[in-house]
């Protein structure tokens, strides 16, 4: 039994498939599968294993292999899933967060010396491709509470070269959008929100993705949902461009139209001021069979995730030393990626390194991931000096060497999360006392 016909290869029922040119899996390929999901080991493991490969040799008798292994009906499914939840039409599955971020980006036809502004808080991604490729990365301070970018900030950074503001939905938490969105449209810039902790989350009634002209979310394996350990959802509200997606995603291939003694025709994909040529971001179906089944799941472990929080809360809330995670509330619904803890140094008697390292010896992870990005030696070696920067980005400098830390909040049992804030309070009065 052959696979069915490709798009690209759309020659119809033949004798000889065209899926002659390719492998597919076999029952070992497959048990391997299997033995990395599921792992195990002792006597009743094997036992299952065994069984279990039996009942493969089985199907595989009875059974017809996919038709497809990448960018079919899986991954359309996964984008339908996607729309539905988001309610957007333009959910478009790359590889990952960052591949989505590259669409945006050369859809504004950024070039060297285009200004860029990201917050001084977030991950190594938000910039790579503007860093890549000598745009100029402006770092907006953020904000003291949610550690997001400081819309007021923001305005003060933005000059004649701005081409982009990338607001990042830190932990989920959705950054302040009305003020970025007034700040681009007044003065013709692109919005690209990084969504990679953010699938999920609300700013007034919107979900957080559908507000800035592209947005990008992360399914790696540590994010709230995977689709088996990388992956990532783009989008756009830029009108027309939607239409622009699929092709953006794999090489510019256009199999509606055909050139001379050719299978498909490919072309340039349109920019805001010239076209750009697309390159690889595909997916496979395995991935997109993982995505749909983890988005259907979404809302029980944002659910689950924001119990987890408010328990905490309930717990380390009137220890004036310490400021919780903000839960939200109307306008705003956070994902509840991290936990964000912030202490108050004047009160605590000594300021968050002494704390993180306190926690850590009592067994507590807590996670230094998100820090000033101007601080890496990358910017540094593309040109850039951190010690005039950081003095541009006094709010960023305090919280992260002084006030705050990111706990993991997920899958905890009660008693978890109680050693979890036991050991912070512990901590606290241990810091108070000097010890
Ligand atoms: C804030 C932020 N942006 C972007 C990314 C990149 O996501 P991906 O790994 O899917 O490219 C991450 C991933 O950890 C992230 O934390």
């Known amino acids: 039994m052959g696979r069915t016909t490709d798009f690209r290869y759309n020659t119809g029922a033949t004798k000889v498939p065209w899926a002659a040119v390719g492998e597919n899996y076999n029952v070992n390929d497959l048990m391997e599968i299997v033995k990395f999901l599921m792992q195990g080991e002792g006597p009743e493991y094997e036992e299952a294993i065994k069984n279990v490969k039996a009942q493969i040799e089985k199907l595989d008798a009875v059974s017809t292999p996919p038709g497809k292994l990448s960018l079919a009906y899986q991954v359309e499914k996964a984008e339908t899933a996607s729309n539905e939840y988001l309610g957007t039409?333009?959910?478009?599955?790359?590889?990952?967060?960052?591949?989505g971020f590259e669409i945006a980006y050369k859809y504004a036809n950024l070039k060297p010396g285009d200004e860029v502004?990201?917050?001084?808080?977030?991950?190594?991604a938000t910039m790579a491709y503007p860093l890549s490729i000598g745009a100029k990365l402006v770092f907006a301070d953020v904000d003291p509470v949610t550690i997001n970018m400081d819309p007021k900030d923001v305005a003060k950074k933005i000059t004649p070269k701005t081409k982009m503001i990338v607001p990042v939905h830190i932990g989920g938490y959705p950054v302040d959008m009305d003020p970025i969105m007034e700040l681009a449209r007044?003065?013709?810039i692109l919005v690209l929100e990084d969504a990679a902790h953010a699938f999920g989350a609300m700013?007034?009634?919107?979900?957080?993705?559908?507000?800035?002209?592209?947005?990008?979310?992360?399914?790696?394996?540590?994010?709230?949902?995977?689709?088996?350990?990388?992956g990532g959802i783009a989008t756009t509200t830029v009108p027309g461009f939607k239409d622009h997606?699929?092709?953006?995603?794999?090489?510019g291939m256009d199999s509606e139209h055909k050139i001379k003694d050719w299978l498909y025709d490919v072309a340039a994909i349109p920019g805001k001021e010239e076209p750009f040529v697309?390159?690889?971001?595909?997916?496979?179906?395995?991935?997109?069979?993982?995505l749909s089944l983890q988005i259907a799941r979404n809302e029980q472990i944002i659910e689950e995730r924001r119990n987890a929080a408010a328990y905490l809360n309930s717990r380390l809330a009137g220890n004036p030393a310490l400021v919780c995670q903000d839960l939200g509330n109307d306008d705003i619904k956070p994902t509840f990626h991290l936990y964000l803890l912030q202490i108050v140094p004047e009160i605590a008697g000594g300021d968050v390194q002494v704390f993180k390292k306190k926690l850590q010896d009592k067994?507590?992870?807590?996670?230094?991931?998100?820090?000033?990005?101007?601080?890496?030696?990358?910017?540094?070696?593309?040109?850039y000096n951190a010690d005039e920067i950081a003095k541009t980005c006094p709010v960023c400098e305090e919280v992260f060497y002084k006030r705050f830390t990111h706990l993991p909040l997920y899958g905890l049992t009660k008693e978890q999360l109680d050693y979890m804030a036991d050991a912070i309070l512990e901590t606290i009065e241990e810091m108070q006392a000097g010890k």
């Not at 697309?278 to 993982?290: D, F, K, R």
């Open 117 to 124: 502004i990201v917050p001084a808080i977030t991950f190594v």
């Open 186 to 188: 007044k003065n013709n």
């Open 278 to 290: 697309a390159v690889n971001y595909s997916t496979t179906e395995i991935q997109g069979l993982g």
């Open 363 to 383: 067994g507590v992870t807590n996670i230094p991931h998100f820090g000033p990005l101007y601080r890496f030696r990358v910017t540094e070696q593309m040109g």
């Open 89 to 99: 039409d333009s959910s478009t599955f790359v590889t990952n967060a960052t591949a």
């Open 245 to 251: 997606m699929k092709r953006a995603r794999f090489v």
């Open 203 to 230: 700013y007034k009634g919107k979900k957080i993705g559908t507000i800035g002209d592209f947005a990008a979310f992360s399914f790696h394996e540590v994010k709230n949902i995977t689709s088996f350990g990388e």
